[in-house]
């Protein structure tokens, strides 16, 4: 559905809320703004007093104004979530259902074996999921049937390093989606950003010969254009290109074009896995700016779509292969 559309819809049947929304924003605002003056006042007060003890009360009273404003804030931010997004994907499509603090299962991440599967932590917001129906005409001709989608921001880490040393190093973060691919797998197909011939040139291209980057072997396709953005691995080769056609790798390309993000992709048993890092926090709403503005709705509805559409990019629905 054309996002165009939708925001008059959206602002139309969301204006009282919205309106309320505004309101609890403004004052969170003018909260803020008040706490760090009447903060400053009283730390320079006590300075004045005295320089020790300023440095007492200052921290205080920091922790006294976060505090105040986290829980102001996450009201603001699930009122926002529950009552506005919910509804925006209730209008792209009825059969979603969404979960602010849902996010995809970890052996969902595991399973797609994109990411190094050792980490130490893993979170996620904003679930959404399922089910694609086909178009009309697709169904009344047999070869389209319904796919279940399901896809979240998710956060993985992993920690590095001895005792003495040790740091917190970010594995993905973005967006992680999970589709029904609706033929059984027999061998794993993994598709992953090209950075080693772009950053090493030949070199690159040695490391990805010799494996030493993935498991599997290294798929060569016949689509130069494909192959500059993307670095591909398969435990079967031949099943490999039959996932992807020339008219798949297309479609993936195009994707990629539309989130001008690094997208990682891999299928495997009954699934497709896509991951687009960067960005998070995707549906939380802006604090300093107003909620009363159409181009707020249109991203929302951009992101969500874009997901949405990888259903029709990667041909999801159809039930015929060829």
Not at 62 to 76: C, Q
Request: charged letters at 25%; glycine letters at 6%; hydrophobic letters at 40%.
């Amino acid at each position: 559905m054309d996002s165009n559309s939708l925001v008059p819809q959206i602002v139309e049947k969301l204006w009282p809320r919205l309106l309320r929304l505004e309101k609890q924003r403004k004052k969170i605002v003018v909260s803020i703004y008040r706490n760090i003056l009447i903060g400053a006042f009283i730390t320079l007060l006590a300075f004045w007093f005295s320089p020790v003890t300023s440095l007492i009360v200052f921290p205080f009273i920091a922790l006294i104004g976060y505090l105040s404003f986290k829980s102001r804030y996450v009201d603001y931010v699930s009122r926002f979530k529950h009552g506005v997004i919910r509804e925006i994907i209730t209008l792209i499509n009825p059969f979603l259902r969404y979960t602010p603090k849902g996010c995809i299962a970890q052996y969902h991440y595991i399973n797609s074996k994109l990411f190094d599967p050792d980490i130490s932590k893993y979170r996620g917001e904003d679930l959404i999921e399922g089910t694609i129906k086909p178009t009309k005409d697709g169904e009344s001709k047999g070869d389209q049937g319904s796919t279940n989608v399901k896809f979240s921001e998710i956060f993985a880490q992993k920690e590095m390093g001895n005792r003495k040393n040790k740091k917190s190093v970010t594995v993905f973060r973005g967006l992680f989606f999970v589709a029904d691919f609706n033929k059984r797998l027999t061998g794993t197909t993994i598709l992953k950003p090209d950075l080693a011939e772009k950053l090493l040139g030949h070199f690159g291209t040695i490391l990805q010969d010799s494996n030493l980057m993935q498991n599997g072997e290294l798929v060569k396709l016949e689509n130069p254009e494909f192959e500059e953005h993307f670095v591909v691995y398969s435990t079967d080769q031949q099943e490999a290109r039959y996932i992807l056609s020339s008219q798949i790798m297309e479609r993936i390309l195009w994707f990629k074009q539309k989130t001008d993000q690094r997208v990682y992709m891999s299928f495997n048993k009954k699934h497709v896995y896509v991951g687009i890092s960067g960005g998070n926090d995707r549906f939380e709403p802006s604090l300093f700016q107003t909620l009363l503005r159409n181009e707020l709705f249109e991203q929302y509805i951009t992101d969500i779509e874009l997901m949405l559409g990888l259903v029709e990019d990667l041909n999801l629905n159809r039930r015929i292969w060829h």
